[in-house]
């Protein structure tokens, strides 16, 4: 007879980013019922879901409520920096662990996290890498107004310098805002040779339609000679962008070939966050942070998406770093490397090698 696990699922069903919030929902209870149907398994997992409808606010009442309702120490969830920051006191107290399937700005590490998907030198290290010598160095910065748009438009103003580029504006939409005209007006006047795109959700969808009105205006606005740039966009999404993402680059761990496993890299780091968490329940089903650990430190697991290692000191996992083109309702690969080793504080990077370039450094 199986071992019955509850686990908590916390997504938001609603709001400006919530085709990237069900992408992951998806995933993960996709997972969820495909090894609850393995005979072979000792383990059934029963999900324990709540509903913080995008309120940043709701994350770490609602991860409590998990805890304290039901016998769950593992969820997989949270979509924002914003939201899993807020739930990573409330892991902390409770002793679990939150599986984290979305990209991230890095420069964090905590026993009770578990990084799916890429950190800055699996996505905007190698972006910048493909995207300066083919187009240029100088840069325009966009992003939602919190954790994410800051911190990595803070990395890429690094990036960029280390290029030998510039960065010739940096701006912020409040999460959901569309109206993009000061964006827009800015980017003509200022002429960059790529846009970094980091908007979530609404915003993004609106600017790449602008975007799209300022390149039929002026052909300098093109994919082909000034892209936008992105280390979060998915195919999830493609249907609220239609035409107007075509030919704009993006990068992540997973693009979906014909016919596909999976939708989108959400719902496939989703689905093999609950595949390794159940592979280590399945030997030991009381394993907390500590045990955890010990298994990432002894073996691999194997997921849907290939073996998968991850590093049991920052608890991050390496992944293949691919970057796509938007082509007609899917991304078509432009470049790949498998089994990239995450490097979350960029403690690794080397500017010679990204860029060609050594980083100039000022004496006093």
Known sequence: MKRRIEIGILYSRSGSYQLVSDACRIGAMRAIADINADRSSGIELVPVERDPQSNADRYATLCEDIFRTSSARHVVGCVTSWSRKETIPVLEKAGGMLWYACPYEGFEANEHVVYMHACPNQHLVPLLAHVVPRFGANGFLLGSNYIWGWEMNRVARDLIADAGGKVLGERYLRIGETDVSRLIAEIRATRPNFILNNLIG??????????????????????????????????????????????HLSVGPYFAPRPAAFASSFEASAYASVQVMADVLSRDPDAGPAEFSKAFAERRFSTRLGPIAIDAHSQHATLPVIIGRIADGYFEVVSRDDEVAPDPYLSRYDPAKTFGRPRLRVVS
Not at 211 to 228: G, H, K
Not at 235 to 247: H, S, V
Request: charged share 20%.
């Open 202 to 247: 609404t915003s993004s969808y609106a600017f790449l339609a602008a975007y799209r009105d300022l390149a039929d205006e002026d052909a300098a606005f093109s994919p082909d000679s000034c892209p936008v740039i992105s280390c979060n966009l998915t195919e999830g999404e493609l249907p609220a962008i239609g035409e107007t993402g075509k030919g």
